[in-house]
């Protein structure tokens, strides 16, 4: 898969080739050269990129707990008030995964997004920024996690750290720094307007703010990824970045970018997560960095970079949350929560081996 | 454990013990100038007093501070530890990493202190180290993780977590007794360690004595606010209607208590657990649903001080008869409603 000649195509992230090598084989135009068959409306191969097989597997998926869930706890499951509760749960690691489908793309990893989603909440809720209300708090969050974003893309862009180990460093001193400004407390909100946000009374034709955030954040990426320059050269630089690089690309300016893209998404959850819990915590995000790659991977980004689909990805996330409530409605403990989880994943990725290698 | 809860309540009279020598040391500390001796005024035993007596030195080890209980831990023992004359507390930078803290644990050993207060990351991990230090004549406080073996420690002193869960299922079925058919909802912690699961199974244990209560819902959170929030939530859609829920920990309680709000609802009773300042100050207010907290006291910290200056000062401890500490002390785990929290406000941590 590593090879850059057989690789099929960088510039269809949506699109899994059922023949690999067959449907697209656009091996130029790595640097923003629109391919064929998306500004041609050709409306075939649209239709078979939204309809996308492996997300099709997932929606699948997803059917099936749907079911479950319907045949074993037929009152509480589908609900208004359930569906509402689970949009809700996987609404801030959906906005913290679809920051992490871009940087896998690029071939890149970003380990540090629990730590970041930890630092920015912590750092958003102290007594001082807490005096500067929703904005303060708002604005906090995001610089926080752009001010992160900025170091691990500088490390890993112009530094020439390995994004493992640069992002890693980051993981360890901003959870270190995190516990150093809460002093391990944990930081009770009391600006009303920033709890009011998480409680029915904010809820817009039953959608709370939080889902419709989640909602911006997924719309946004996808346009993003699929529909501009950005997103062509971020597949492109995952795909093969000294091609990209020889190809005009800034391949170390997009890497700055992108992990900067990561840690603003790091800083819009963190918010998000003040709002659902009504605090901040230096525990806050713990273990996201895992949660987000396996929703990336399960949607269909490929690790190693080159392809990313935000669609998959989100949800990816929707299929393990849903996990999670069917579990918990059927009051069945974490361990066996935790055993379907890897079983999933690893039946997720089976699937799309056996899809992607010839 | 069980065991250990079988003579709950003569430990806790070595405890209120300790907490009465406590007070009058703090007492005579400021009013006492004529401290050339020790314990003369107790001629049965020859107990620790606030009085300056031989100068300990106390190397004190404990887990990382990143949650708001191990946080008063450190504090607990700092503090004590400042309020004695004769006692030098040399304390380690705290480290949930085993490897670490047998590091800084051995480097203590090399300092010669002369007694140790070890609350370990892992107890059975750390094993070999308290071994290490008793061997080298340096006697070692356990204070809550007990060491896989009792060689490794001259006195352990910690809580008792299954006496927690007891204590908070017999609070709840006293509440809801002559309720038919009542409903109880557990929100645990972190479900892989064992600290967990004894307190489910006392929990579970003293709702046995109550017929009229079932137990429909367990989830198990992570100690951490959004975890609680989390699966509160969850626990909140799964039971559309129950009459009580005892969460194991007032950390994560600020997250189920979140989700409680968010959910809209209050027509059941909360029970906390470990005693964090807000949850009392909750209690207090009493305009919510937590209407009490099952302690797992932090205090326990300043006793392993007291505890330690009197092992290093070859004393017993005040108000026993017996020439010297005791080898292990269990904790009560009091329940702390709105008629008893100015007592205990000033233990809450944050």
Same mark, same amino acid.
């Given at each position: 898969m590593n090879s850059p000649g057989s690789r099929p195509a960088p510039h269809t992230p949506a699109d899994p080739a059922p023949v690999p090598g067959a449907g697209a084989t656009l091996t130029a135009g790595p640097a923003g050269e629109p391919p064929a068959g998306r500004t041609g409306a050709d409306p075939l191969s649209r239709l078979r990129r939204l309809a996308d097989l492996?997300?099709?597997?997932?929606?699948?998926?997803?059917?099936?707990?749907?079911?479950?869930?319907?045949?074993?706890?037929?009152?509480?499951?589908?609900?208004?008030?359930?569906?509402?509760l689970v949009l809700t749960q996987a609404s801030v690691i959906g906005v913290v995964t679809v920051g992490v489908t871009f940087v896998i793309t690029s071939g890149g990893i970003d380990l540090s997004v629990g730590a970041m989603v930890a630092l920015a909440s912590v750092w958003a809720t102290t007594v001082a920024t807490q005096t500067y209300g929703l904005g303060g708090i708002l604005l906090c969050a995001v610089l926080v996690g752009l001010g992160c974003g900025l170091v691990n893309g500088v490390l890993i862009a112009y530094g020439g750290m390995v994004p493992f180990i640069a992002t890693l460093a980051m993981l360890a001193s901003a959870r270190g720094l995190a516990l150093q400004i809460s002093d391990g407390k944990t930081q009770v909100v009391t600006v009303e307007p920033v709890l009011d946000l998480g409680l029915p009374d904010a809820y817009v034709l039953g959608v709370p703010p939080l889902v419709m955030i989640f909602a911006a954040v997924t719309v946004l990426g996808w346009l993003v990824l699929n529909r501009t320059t950005f997103g062509r050269r971020t597949v492109a630089i995952g795909g093969n970045a000294e091609a990209a690089r020889l190809a005009g690309i800034d391949v170390r300016r997009q890497r700055l970018m992108l992990y900067l893209l990561s840690g603003l998404c790091c800083g819009i959850a963190a918010f998000m997560l003040v709002v659902l819990t009504g605090s901040g915590q230096n525990t806050n995000g713990n273990l996201y960095e895992l949660d987000a790659i396996a929703a990336a991977i399960i949607g269909g980004t490929l690790l190693s970079g080159g392809r990313g689909t935000i669609t998959g990805s989100v949800l990816g996330v929707l299929v393990f949350t849903t996990i999670t409530n069917l579990f918990a409605l059927n009051n069945?403990?974490?361990?066996v929560q935790q055993i379907a989880k890897g079983a999933i994943i690893v039946a997720a990725v089976l699937v799309q081996k056996g899809r992607s290698t010839p | 454990m069980r065991d250990a809860k079988s003579s709950a309540t003569s430990r806790r009279n070595l405890l209120l013990g300790t907490a009465a020598a406590g007070a009058l040391f703090a007492a005579g500390c400021t009013s006492n100038e004529n401290n050339d001796s020790d314990g003369n005024s107790k001629p049965a035993a020859n107990t620790a007093?606030?009085? +300056?007596?031989?100068?300990?030195?106390?190397? !004190? /080890?404990?887990? &990382? =501070?990143?949650?708001? %209980?191990?946080?008063?831990? #450190?504090?607990?023992?700092?503090?004590?530890?400042?309020?004695?004359?004769?006692?030098?507390?040399?304390?380690?930078?705290?480290?949930?990493?085993?490897?670490?803290?047998?590091?800084?644990?051995?480097?203590?050993?090399?300092?010669?202190?002369?007694?140790?207060?070890?609350?370990?990351?892992?107890?059975?991990?750390?094993?070999?180290?308290?071994?290490?230090?008793?061997?080298?004549?340096? +006697?070692?406080?356990?204070?809550?993780?007990? !060491? /896989?073996?009792? &060689? =490794?420690?001259?006195? %352990?002193?910690?809580?008792? #977590?299954?006496?927690?869960?007891?204590?908070?299922?017999?609070?709840?079925?006293?509440r809801l007794k002559g309720k038919?058919?009542?409903?109880?909802?557990?929100?645990?912690?972190?479900?892989?360690?064992?600290?967990?699961?004894?307190?489910?199974?006392?929990?579970?244990?003293?709702?046995?004595?109550?017929?009229?209560?079932?137990?429909?819902?367990?989830?198990?959170?992570?100690?951490?606010?959004?975890?609680?929030?989390?699966?509160?939530?969850?626990?909140?859609?799964?039971?559309s209607h129950f009459d009580a829920l005892w969460n194991h920990d007032d950390d994560q309680g600020v997250g189920a208590e979140r989700a409680i709000k968010q959910a809209g609802r209050d027509d059941f009773l909360m029970v906390g657990g470990a005693g964090a300042k807000r949850a009392m100050d909750t209690i207090k207010a009493d305009n919510t649903v937590l209407k009490a907290t099952v302690l797992y006291p932090p205090t326990m910290a300043a006793s392993a001080i007291d505890l330690a200056r009197a092992l290093g000062q070859g004393k017993g401890v005040g108000g026993l008869a017996e020439l010297e500490i005791p080898a292990s002390l269990t904790l009560y785990s009091a329940v702390v409603t709105k008629d008893n929290v100015d007592e205990y406000l000033p233990t809450g941590f944050s």
């Open positions: 492996r997300n099709l597997s997932l929606v699948g998926v997803l059917a099936v707990l749907i079911a479950v869930g319907g045949f074993t706890k037929p009152d509480e499951f589908l609900t208004t008030d359930n569906l509402q069945l403990q974490s361990d | 007093d606030d009085k +300056p007596g031989k100068e300990v030195t106390i190397g !004190f /080890a404990g887990p &990382q =501070a990143d949650h708001g %209980w191990l946080n008063a831990i #450190n504090e607990q023992a700092k503090r004590r530890a400042k309020e004695y004359q004769d006692v030098t507390l040399e304390s380690t930078e705290g480290s949930n990493d085993t490897a670490q803290q047998i590091g800084q644990i051995e480097t203590l050993i090399n300092k010669k202190v002369d007694v140790l207060v070890i609350l370990p990351a892992d107890g059975k991990a750390l094993t070999q180290v308290g071994l290490k230090a008793m061997r080298a004549g340096i +006697p070692v406080v356990n204070l809550d993780r007990v !060491f /896989a073996s009792a &060689q =490794a420690y001259r006195c %352990w002193i910690g809580g008792d #977590n299954y006496g927690m869960g007891l204590n908070a299922g017999h609070y709840i079925g006293e038919k058919n009542a409903k109880v909802i557990e929100l645990a912690g972190i479900d892989n360690l064992e600290l967990t699961r004894q307190r489910t199974a006392g929990f579970d244990a003293a709702l046995k004595n109550y017929p009229n209560i079932e137990k429909v819902g367990r989830q198990a959170a992570e100690f951490t606010v959004e975890s609680g929030q989390s699966k509160m939530a969850q626990l909140l859609q799964a039971h």
